[in-house]
């Protein structure tokens, strides 16, 4: 995995804040794992390894890395972020100040800043900024009776999954 651009909050992943025009020669320090997705947010990144966790870095003001402080991490992060037990990642999106993810069970869970209900939770508090806050103690979305998410997407500040039943839902307060 390489990334280039603005490099400020470390959201680059190279454990500084430089800004690069070009490619890195050398690729993010995953650890012994390779990236099979990977999505920028404003200021953080979040991606989904080989082994199906999910692991982020750069600007956590609002919780957006899901790690349950609110700590910058300029490198990605050595841990992964906590899904709820036995729980792995499908797809991700990351945008605005929000991570959501699709979990193989085809649920669907949200973290970050969550100023207009864009987490999805029918509240506007942020989550993954404090410890207790993620992994069984965060809720999954509920998308309807029966219903799974086959694909999420972020925006600044709402979130929209496909759900298997062909339809769209989306949420913040206004559109929940």
Request: hydrophobic fraction near 35%; glycine fraction near 16%; charge should be negative.
């Amino acid at each position: 995995l390489k990334c280039w651009g603005y490099g400020a909050n470390g959201r680059l992943g190279y454990g500084d804040s430089v800004s690069l025009g070009t490619p890195s020669n050398n690729p993010i320090d995953l650890g012994n794992h390779t990236a099979l997705a990977v999505s920028a947010g404003v200021a953080h990144t979040c991606a989904i390894l080989d082994d199906a966790t999910v692991r982020c870095w750069g600007d956590n003001a609002q919780g957006q890395l899901g790690m349950g402080n609110m700590t910058q991490l300029n490198a990605p992060s050595t841990t992964a972020v906590d899904l709820g037990t036995g729980r792995t990642a499908v797809s991700i999106s990351s945008l605005g100040n929000h991570s959501c993810v699709v979990l193989d069970n085809g649920q669907a869970k949200c973290w970050g800043y969550n100023n207009v209900g864009q987490l999805g939770l029918g509240d506007i508090y942020n989550r993954g900024d404090d410890s207790g806050e993620m992994g069984t103690d965060l809720p999954a979305i509920f998308l309807g009776d029966g219903l799974t998410a086959n694909a999420i997407a972020t925006g600044g500040d709402l979130t929209c999954a496909i759900l298997n039943n062909n339809t769209v839902k989306c949420c913040n307060t206004y559109a929940n």
